[in-house]
């Protein structure tokens, strides 16, 4: 059938082209996320980005602290991305997209959205145990729903290894 292997190269490439957006915060339902991103990108074909947003230092009296205050959180920030991207690495086979941005965090990831069409999907996980959705999920499923570029993926955060190994 003439075509049918431009096609099937096509279907992978998209595959692969397929980017699955993790937020990397400070909560412990982070790691269900990355690893529920990993599994899907590496299962199912596809590529992890893993975006920190550093907040930017409140006001302080002298400028030359502000900075080196920022510039120790971009530090921070750039280290924990390369400690994930090995995790990541060791899942996937590849090596994660990795982004920081300045700002605030939901604000950072609409903007992200909007401007990188690479982004197929974001993943997020939900907080276990009943404490709520978290005040993220909570703004992209409510006031800001309208500004998703693209689907949102919940994980519950109470999920262990073997279940989501067994999901994805």
């Known amino acids: 059938m003439p075509g049918s292997e431009e096609a099937a190269a096509a279907k992978s490439a998209d595959k692969r082209d397929r980017i699955f957006l993790v937020v990397v915060d400070d909560s412990p339902e982070r790691a269900v996320a990355l690893r529920y991103a990993c599994l899907r990108?590496?299962?199912g074909g596809g590529r992890v980005?893993?975006?920190?947003?550093?907040e930017p230092v409140g006001l302080v009296e002298w400028a030359g602290v502000?900075?080196?205050?920022?510039?120790?959180r971009r530090e921070e920030a750039e280290k924990m991305l390369a400690g994930l991207a090995a995790?990541?690495?060791e899942i996937t086979g590849g090596y994660p997209?990795?982004?920081?941005?300045?700002?605030?965090?939901?604000d950072e990831l609409l903007k992200l959205l909007e401007e990188d069409p690479r982004i197929s999907i974001l993943v997020l996980a939900m907080a276990p145990g009943g404490g709520g959705p978290g005040?993220?999920?909570?703004a992209l499923t409510g006031r800001y729903a309208s500004r998703l570029t693209v689907p949102m993926t919940l994980v519950p955060g109470s999920l262990d290894d073997r279940e989501l190994d067994r999901i994805t």
Do not use: H
């Not at 997209?97 to 939901?106: A, H, Y």
């Open 41 to 43: 990108a590496r299962k």
């Open 49 to 54: 980005a893993l975006l920190r947003v550093v």
């Open 66 to 72: 502000g900075v080196m205050m920022q510039e120790e």
């Open 87 to 89: 995790e990541v690495n």
């Open 97 to 106: 997209i990795l982004l920081i941005r300045e700002g605030e965090g939901r």
């Open 135 to 138: 005040p993220l999920i909570t």
